[in-house]
Each structure stands twice: as C-alpha cells, then as structure tokens.
C-alpha cells in the first residue's frame, strides 16, 4: 500500500522518452505547419487590440463554427476543434495550427476552408490579416500584451533588447516535420539548422516597421537575434555529434522563467535553470514530466526538437506552403539530404552562425565564406524540386512562386521596398492594401 502512494521522481530517460515517442515509420510521416498572421485595421492600418476587435472576433467565430474556447484566467485567449487550433500571439497576432497531414494539398485545403470562415467575420469588424513579418505601423509600445498570464511574465522576463518587438509585433511560419529514429532525428535537426539562414533570406519579408524602412530586409530575425541569447540561436555546434540527450542538457541548462502548478504559474525568473531544478526542486515543488514540456517550449532555438521537429524561423509570407515543401522536399528524402550536406561540406559552424547574422539585413545578397547565398539558394530549391517530383504527388508546384523570385535575385522583402520607394512613395495605406490583397489569395 505504502509504496503504491511513493511519487516517481522525474528521471532524464522520462524525459528522453518524451522525443522517442515521436519515432515514426517513414510510410506515417507527416506535415505540420503554425502560421500566424498580423490583425490589422482596414481603415486606420494600425494593429488590432484583444480589446478592439480580436476578443470580437474569437466570440463569433466559435458562436458560428461550434469551436471550444481555450481561456486562461477565464478571458478567451483562444479557439480549438479537435486537434486544430487558432491561438493567439502575444501581440495578438492570429495563429493557426492544424492537424498534421500526409500531403502539403491537405494542409492547403484545411487552411482554405479555415480562411473563408475567418475574414468573413474579420470584414465586418474592418479587420484583415496580413501575411508579412512584421506589424507595418504600430509599434510594440503602442501594442498591448493579450490577457494571458504567462505572456505578461515572458514579457518581463525576456532581456534582450528586441524582445518586445519579437513578442508584440511578428508573425512567422513554423514547419513541423517528422523522423524515424534519433539518427534520423540529429540527421534532420543538423541539417535544418544549417538550412534556416538561407530559408530565412529566401523569405525575408519584413522591410517596413511603424511606417518606414528598417534599412533590414527582415526586421522580424533581427529582433529574434535580440531577444535571449540563453534561449535562443542554434542549439548545437554543427560541426560536433550531437544526440538527444545532448539536446534535452542544453535545453535544461536555460534558466527556468516560469513553472506552473494547479493552473498558476510560479514565477522562477532565472533564479534556476531545470539542472538545479532536477537536483534540488525549487520551494518545495518537485520536477515533472509537465514542468520539462513548458520549459521545452519556452526554449526558442532555430529548430526546436519536439516528438518531430519544429523549424521555426521564416517571416510570414503568402507563400507558407513553399516553406513547407523545400523541408519536405529534402527532409523526407535521403538523397535530397545527402545533396543538401554535400552542398554544405566546405562551411563551418561559425559560417553558418555569421550567416544568420547578416541574413537581416542583406537576405540573398549575403555571402557565406566564399560562396554567394543566392546560389546556394538556388541549389537548395533544385534538390527539394527534383525530390518532390520524384515523390509523384506533384508538390513540386508549391516551390513555384519563390523559384520565379529566387531565380531573379529577390526575395519578398525587396518587391515591396522596389514599390515603397517607388510608385507607393512610401505611402503604408498603399503597402497594406498590397499585403491585403496578396493574403486573399490563399482564401
């Protein structure tokens, strides 16, 4: 009896375990995508207010829909319908996270059907959501933290200089994808990570911020460069083995900014990181298995390793299919990923990390040691292409509108500064109603 009421302390293999649950056969592997996009006002062009409009928006459209609340502290912070979700960010901007799915098609279709519900109920209240990096006008002094408490502590917490920018005014589209093994897992985690710079100058797409020109092609990386340098970044030396359990050291030496206990969250605030936690507890509480999946999620490398893998840095653009079938095109195809690490083999971990540092400001008109970013760009998108046609779902589709940009040196950040500082003659009514029309494309 005694020993039926003894409480399983948390163990690192409990922790371990975690990730190889994510281990799948290739046949069941699967897409994922989050996708968050900007509320902006169609006649005032400044960002939406919880208050405003959003708080509005999330009340109609589950009335209409069907869709549960998701509440924190009992304000409605968000919306759910079996394993799809429309949450919102911390300035809030509107996030969709749907189901998995077998093909980028089933991912699209979701997203359609999702849209044509969406800025139906959006319109009447003047409100339309942009897919770009960065809120265009309003500034993240003029933009309120929405009503959910563990925001209002990253908010206090996050120390770099750009974090409230990174919080209250970006939006971006996150890739999920699957492996078979921890093998595959590092594989694919390395070789993400050594692709997200050149993805993020293909998809540089945040140029204009409160009304004028950054002098950066992607403002939205650049405050992720400034935000918190324990947590963010890549999460290895790419030139080193790497495993797993190297993984889940490096998450759980990051200080601990908040844990949650019945529904509250306890304010850590670095005081800890989850090592000392493990060891020591922290005022009476003791480690769980829940502690580690919020301190996990409170880690935001490049690529974050999940029970899949979670690539997180590209700007919001219309093109967020794209995004998902360069990694598909290569992550799901062994020699597209030994083409793509043949590619690499001259470049170093330092190349790689001095790369995601000037891809802000100058997207493809980087270079990476000796090499031109555009044309490893290029190359990139030619393994991925060749992959998908070779898969015979015809997802090779999804990589036309970026080729045709690629192809001719431009990422989406240097169409709308070709316009801003031309016939929109840095007018933002005219860069908004663009981005507006370009988003009710994909409805």
């Given at each position: 009896?005694?020993?039926?009421?003894i409480?399983?302390?948390?163990?690192?293999?409990?922790i371990?375990?975690?990730?190889?649950?994510?281990?799948?056969?290739?046949?069941?592997?699967?897409?994922?995508?989050?996708?968050?996009?900007?509320?902006?006002?169609l006649?005032?062009f400044?960002?939406?207010?919880?208050?405003?409009?959003?708080?509005?928006?999330?009340?109609?459209?589950?009335?209409?829909?069907?869709?549960?609340?998701i509440?924190?502290?009992?304000?409605?912070?968000?919306?759910?319908?079996?394993?799809?979700?429309?949450?919102?960010?911390?300035?809030?901007?509107?996030e969709?996270?749907?189901?998995?799915?077998?093909?980028?098609?089933?991912?699209?279709?979701?997203?359609?059907?999702?849209?044509?519900?969406?800025?139906?109920?959006?319109?009447?209240?003047?409100?339309?959501l942009?897919?770009?990096?960065?809120?265009?006008?309003?500034?993240?002094?003029?933009?309120?933290?929405?009503?959910?408490?563990?925001?209002?502590?990253?908010?206090?917490y996050?120390?770099?200089?750009?974090?409230?920018?990174?919080?209250?005014?970006?939006?971006?589209?996150?890739?999920?994808?699957?492996?078979?093994?921890?093998?595959?897992a590092?594989r694919?985690?390395?070789?993400?990570?050594?692709?997200?710079?050149?993805?993020?100058?293909?998809?540089?797409?945040?140029?204009?911020?409160?009304?004028?020109?950054?002098?950066?092609?992607?403002?939205?990386?650049?405050?992720?460069?400034?935000?918190?340098?324990?947590?963010?970044?890549f999460?290895?030396?790419?030139?080193?083995?790497?495993?797993?359990?190297?993984?889940?050291?490096?998450?759980?030496?990051?200080?601990?900014?908040?844990?949650e206990?019945?529904?509250?969250?306890?304010?850590?605030?670095?005081?800890?990181?989850?090592?000392?936690?493990?060891?020591?507890?922290?005022?009476?509480?003791?480690?769980?298995?829940?502690?580690?999946?919020l301190?996990?999620?409170?880690?935001?490398?490049?690529?974050?390793?999940?029970?899949?893998?979670?690539?997180?840095?590209?700007?919001?653009?219309?093109?967020?299919?794209?995004?998902?079938?360069?990694?598909k095109?290569?992550?799901?195809?062994?020699?597209?990923?030994?083409?793509i690490?043949?590619?690499?083999k001259?470049?170093?971990?330092?190349?790689?990390?001095?790369?995601?540092?000037?891809?802000?400001?100058?997207?493809?008109?980087?270079?990476?040691?000796?090499?031109?970013?555009?044309?490893?760009?290029?190359?990139i998108?030619?393994?991925?292409?060749?992959s998908?046609?070779?898969?015979?779902?015809?997802?090779?589709?999804?990589?036309?509108?970026?080729?045709?940009?690629?192809?001719?040196g431009?990422?989406?950040?240097?169409i709308?500064?070709?316009?801003?500082?031309?016939?929109?003659?840095?007018?933002?009514?005219?860069?908004?109603?663009?981005?507006?029309?370009?988003?009710?494309?994909?409805?």
């Open positions: 009896m005694l020993s039926s009421q409480k399983h302390r948390l163990e690192k293999e409990d371990l375990n975690l990730y190889k649950k994510g281990f799948k056969k290739t046949e069941e592997y699967l897409v994922g995508v989050e996708y968050e996009r900007l509320p902006v006002s006649s005032s400044k960002s939406i207010d919880y208050q405003d409009g959003i708080c509005d928006f999330l009340r109609q459209f589950a009335r209409e829909e069907n869709w549960d609340y509440t924190d502290d009992f304000n409605i912070i968000g919306l759910k319908q079996n394993h799809d979700t429309i949450t919102l960010e911390p300035g809030c901007q509107i969709l996270s749907i189901k998995p799915e077998k093909t980028i098609f089933d991912v699209q279709e979701k997203i359609r059907s999702l849209n044509k519900k969406i800025f139906p109920i959006l319109d009447k209240l003047n409100i339309t942009l897919e770009y990096g960065i809120s265009p006008l309003t500034t993240n002094k003029n933009i309120n933290i929405i009503p959910k408490r563990r925001y209002k502590i990253m908010a206090k996050l120390w770099g200089i750009l974090s409230d920018v990174m919080m209250r005014e970006t939006a971006g589209i996150q890739g999920c994808f699957d492996f078979s093994s921890e093998e595959d590092v694919k985690f390395k070789l993400a990570n050594k692709l997200v710079p050149f993805m993020t100058a293909m998809f540089a797409n945040s140029p204009i911020r409160g009304g004028v020109e950054t002098g950066y092609k992607s403002f939205r990386s650049l405050s992720w460069l400034n935000t918190d340098n324990d947590r963010c970044g999460a290895c030396c790419l030139d080193d083995e790497f495993s797993l359990d190297e993984y889940i050291n490096k998450v759980m030496q990051s200080p601990i900014i908040f844990l206990k019945e529904n509250n969250p306890i304010e850590i605030n670095g005081r800890i990181n989850f090592v000392d936690y493990m060891e020591k507890g922290f005022e009476g509480f003791e480690p769980t298995l829940n502690d580690y999946k301190h996990a999620n409170l880690y935001f490398p490049e690529v974050r390793l999940r029970n899949f893998l979670e690539i997180r840095n590209h700007d919001c653009t219309n093109m967020p299919y794209a995004v998902l079938a360069i990694y095109g290569i992550l799901y195809n062994k020699y597209a990923m030994e083409q690490e043949e590619l690499f001259p470049l170093r971990h330092n190349d790689f990390a001095e790369l995601r540092y000037n891809v802000p400001k100058n997207a493809l008109q980087c270079r990476i040691k000796n090499y031109a970013v555009l044309d490893i760009a290029k190359e998108l030619t393994i991925a292409e060749k998908l046609i070779e898969s015979g779902k015809s997802e090779e589709k999804f990589l036309e509108p970026v080729k045709e940009l690629v192809i001719n431009l990422c989406p950040a240097d709308i500064l070709r316009s801003w500082n031309g016939i929109w003659n840095k007018d933002i009514k005219k860069l908004v109603d663009y981005l507006n029309k370009i988003s009710l494309l994909n409805i």
